[in-house]
Structure formats: C-alpha cells, structure tokens
T-cell receptor, first 109, second 113 residues
Framework: DAKTTQPPSMDCAEGRAANLPCNHS???????VYWYRQIHSQGPQYIIH???NNETNEMASLIITEDRKSSTLILPHATLRDTAVYYC??????????FGKGTMLLVSP | SQTIHQWPATLVQPVGSPLSLECTVE??????LYWYRQAAGRGLQLLFY??????ISSEVPQNLSASRPQDRQFILSSKKLLLSDSGFYLC????????????FGAGSRLTVL
C-alpha cells in the first residue's frame, strides 16, 4: 500500500466541521484513497473513497488535491458520535487493506 | 440487504485450549471474507482472507488457522491458544468488484488467561 501520514489526534467542537488531513505523496495514478473509521470497541466502518474528483455521500466529503498527494475528509457538522479513529488508506493494486494508526478525532460539547 | 454475523461476542479461554470463532454473511454470494485482529492498543492486523470456498490466504504465520467450508461461512480456529492470542477479532466481507469496501462484523473479544 502507498504510505499515508495522518496526525495522531485532532479535536473538534460539536456542530463544527471536522477536517481530517492525509498525506499520500507516493500515490500512483490508478490508486484510490479510502477512508474508514472505528468507534471504540466496534469494527471499522467504511466512509468514502475517491480517485481524483471530490466525492460526497451522506456521511462525509472527500477532497483530493489536484496532484493527488493529499486529501481531506470533511465531516460537515460533527456530533459526539463522530468521535472515533479515522483511517486513510491507499491500497496498492490487488492488495488487501492495511490499517495504520489513523487519527483519533475527539468531538467535544 | 446484506448482514454479517460473528460469534461469540466475548470469550475467556485458558492457555492451551482450542478456539473456534465463526462468521457468516447473508444476502450476498461469493463474497471475499477476511479475519482481522486488533490487540489492545494496537492497529488492525489482517490474519486471513478468502476469495472462495476452500481458498485461504494467510498474511502472518501464527498458531491460528482459517477455513471456509461454505460460500458464506468463515471460521477462525486454534488448537492451542497462547496468551498473545488475546485481542479483538473482526470478520469482514466485500464483493469481488468492490474488494476494498469492507463491511465488518461486531467483533469477538478474546481473553486468554
């Protein structure tokens, strides 16, 4: 998998947008960026993925820079239930997903 | 809709005892199936994955084994548990075409004493 770099932790106030960055400077042209999150004591949950265009679904938005070397996951109105570890993953070819350490997002009242 | 079931949810086993964790998927056919483990305070480690009945790929050497006796059934086993086998075991599935969009089960928390 292409190497990804994420901050170990971030804080966000409830109701505000949470912007989670990820660097993936070695990404290849046909590799997608995937985001998952893991709430404490639960299994990871798929959030969103993208190749080069920005993507949005009911959970979040994914902004990928034009050079594709970094991306930002945006939770537009964070709630306390969004407190979780967020993983940015760039799998290579037919490889399986490798989960790194991710970013621990703490949403506070 | 598709669902994934994993059991038991929690178990406490003595060192040297056997282990069997079961995972089943409903509402889909020929899924890719995965076993991950998360040790306390650690990241997720892929243990096994399977793209079809009887086809198992092992990612790390250990005293664990996996089997896929039916299309939507995935079993994780051990003949003799070690203390280091303690952890949170997660089963997941994906379609062949969407192989990187995984749906995880609720997990099985194993404590080996």
């Amino acid at each position: 998998d292409a190497k990804t770099t994420q901050p170990p932790s971030m804080d966000c106030a409830e109701g505000r947008a949470a912007n989670l960055p990820c660097n993936h400077s070695t990404i290849s042209g046909n590799e997608y960026v995937y985001w998952y999150r893991q709430i404490h004591s639960q299994g990871p949950q798929y959030i969103i993925h993208g190749l080069k265009n920005n993507e949005t679904n009911e959970m979040a938005s994914l902004i990928i820079t034009e050079d594709r070397k970094s991306s930002t996951l945006i939770l537009p109105h964070a709630t306390l239930r969004d407190t979780a570890v967020y993983y940015c993953i760039v799998p290579s070819g037919y490889s399986t997903l490798t989960f790194g350490k991710g970013t621990m997002l703490l949403v506070s009242p | 809709s598709q669902t994934i079931h994993q059991w038991p949810a929690t178990l406490v086993q003595p060192v040297g005892s056997p282990l069997s964790l079961e995972c089943t998927v409903e509402g889909t056919s020929n899924p890719n199936l995965y076993w991950y483990r998360q040790a306390a305070g650690r990241g997720l480690q892929l243990l096994f994955y399977s793209v079809g009945i009887g086809q198992i790929s092992s990612e790390v050497p250990q005293n664990l084994s996996a089997s896929r006796p039916q299309d939507r059934q995935f079993i994780l086993s051990s003949k003799k548990l070690l203390l280091s086998d303690s952890g949170f075991y997660l089963c997941a599935w994906s379609t062949g075409s969407g192989a990187n969009v995984l749906t995880f089960g609720a997990g099985s928390r194993l404590t080996v004493l």
